[in-house]
């Protein structure tokens, strides 16, 4: 009984420092566009590769901000922009919950390059995206890079997390589902 009440205590505590830290998100469209505006020149200018893979993406998902934090039961929270064509073509938020081996809080952004006109079609006509279920998308990290370059694109989107800030066991976009918002 001893050890659920623990469980319980921590996992409260994972949930306020969530809301806690809310007031980290952009409160209006406004701050939520300059946010990702700058997320993504900061990615784009520390890595050439999405610098490049930028150039050829159909659209592009960006969430400057997502907060993570649990202890056995964990969850994230961010809210982004869909950029199509050079302009806001939505505001999404990207939700995950977990269950497992974890302990720790983090911060993070993470953009998504929409790679083919189908991954564009499906985020905008589903009522949420669930990565894993849907267009492929490729995470990338330090090993993928290394065999990527902007001549084998080849899959419908590929993810890079970036200002990554914290402490967190595990970190995964794997079980996020994404899904447009009327008012961020």
């Not at 890595?47 to 056995?72: E, H, R, Y």
């Not at 929409?114 to 090993?143: C, F, Q, R």
């Amino acid at each position: 009984m001893k050890s659920l009440l623990s469980i319980i205590t921590a996992f409260a505590l994972c949930v306020f420092t969530l809301t806690a830290t809310s007031n980290a998100f952009a409160t209006t469209k406004d701050d939520l566009t300059k946010d990702s505006d700058q997320a993504l020149a900061m990615l784009t200018k520390k890595n050439q590769l999405a610098a490049d893979i930028s150039q050829k993406a159909k659209a592009v998902l960006i969430f400057p901000n997502i907060v993570k934090a649990g202890l056995v039961f964990g969850g994230a929270y961010g809210e982004g922009v869909l950029r199509n064509a050079g302009s806001i073509d939505g505001y999404y938020n990207s939700i995950s919950a977990s269950f497992g081996w974890q302990a720790g809080a983090q911060s993070y952004g993470y953009v998504v390059f929409l790679m083919t006109d189908s991954a564009v079609k499906y985020i905008k006509e589903t009522h949420g995206w669930e990565i894993g279920v849907g267009p492929t998308v490729v995470l990338v990290n330090e090993g993928v890079a290394k065999n990527l370059s902007s001549t084998t694109l080849k899959d419908d989107a590929y993810a890079f997390i970036f200002d990554q800030q914290g402490l967190m066991a595990s970190l995964s976009i794997e079980g996020t589902k994404i899904s447009r918002i009327k008012n961020p």
